[in-house]
């Protein structure tokens, strides 16, 4: 049954991303090292802030477990903030390089637009965030333990598979619309996917009411999905020629 736990939850929490790896990202060089240094952004800011607590929490009375729980939501926010201005770090910093691949390629354009680069650098935030966040958790569902046998939620290892996959989801979908904005310099735009940001890690506190914080990040989830959407140069015009082709295709095979 632990083996069973185990690999579920992990084709939840990771199948997805593993997927659009293998089909979007795994044949191009370049965008598997965009990837890359995208998690390599998002494990520094996580280094940083973790430091920060570490520092913080030495510094203050431990036995105060009121003020060390106040400590963890403190590092936990200012972890979410150091995660946007890395992100902002890594655009800046992708920005230059491709200035620079498009000077010296032999083709008119650039080898990556900004829209493909935030998908990618968004991927690889998500994927190590993930990681971070589901890793422990694998590791307890192989057992020794029943989950569940003092009171506690049966339903640990799903959800917190779901929340997993919802937020590498999401931290794919803020790389779109963060780098759209600032592309066109609508910093309201990144303020948006700052404090949607926060408000996701607000909701993750109300566990383990898992209703109340699931079912609010999923409908979040679709909200920053239609937004990436568009902000990637969808429309309804392309909706509906992809279901007019599907429609046709389906008439010609019958």
């Known amino acids: 049954m632990t083996a069973a736990v185990f690999f579920g939850c992990a084709f939840i929490a990771f199948g997805p991303a593993f997927s659009l790896f293998i089909f979007t990202i795994a044949k191009d060089p370049l965008r598997v090292i965009i990837l890359i240094a995208g998690a390599f952004f998002w494990l520094v800011s996580l280094l940083l802030s973790s ?14 477990l009121t003020l060390q729980k106040n400590l963890l939501i403190f590092g936990s926010i200012f972890s979410v903030i150091l995660q946007e201005v890395f992100r902002f770090a890594y655009y800046r910093l992708l920005r230059k390089a491709n200035e620079g691949l498009a000077a010296i ?16 650098a968004g991927l690889g935030f998500g994927i190590m965030s993930g ?47 963060f780098f759209e904005g600032c592309e066109r310099k609508r910093w309201w735009v990144i303020a948006v996917v700052l404090c949607v940001h926060l408000m996701v890690f607000s909701l993750s506190l109300l566990n383990p009411f898992y209703v109340a914080s699931i079912l609010p990040v999923y409908a979040i989830m679709l909200l920053m999905a239609v937004w990436a959407f568009f902000s990637s140069g969808g429309s309804l015009h392309n909706i509906t020629l992809l279901w007019t082709c599907r429609k046709s295709n389906a008439e010609t095979s019958s």
């Open 51 to 64: 430091l920060v607590w570490f520092i913080a929490t030495k510094a203050t009375n431990a036995q105060d």
């Open 105 to 120: 390629s032999e083709e008119d354009g650039p080898p990556l637009s900004v829209r493909e680069m935030a998908y990618v």
């Open 131 to 177: 990681a971070f966040s589901m890793i422990n958790t694998l590791s307890d569902s192989l057992g020794p333990g029943t989950v569940g046998m003092f009171g506690d939620s049966q339903y640990y290892f799903i959800t917190s598979a779901l929340m997993t996959l919802a937020l590498t989801m999401l931290h794919t979908f803020w790389g779109v619309v």
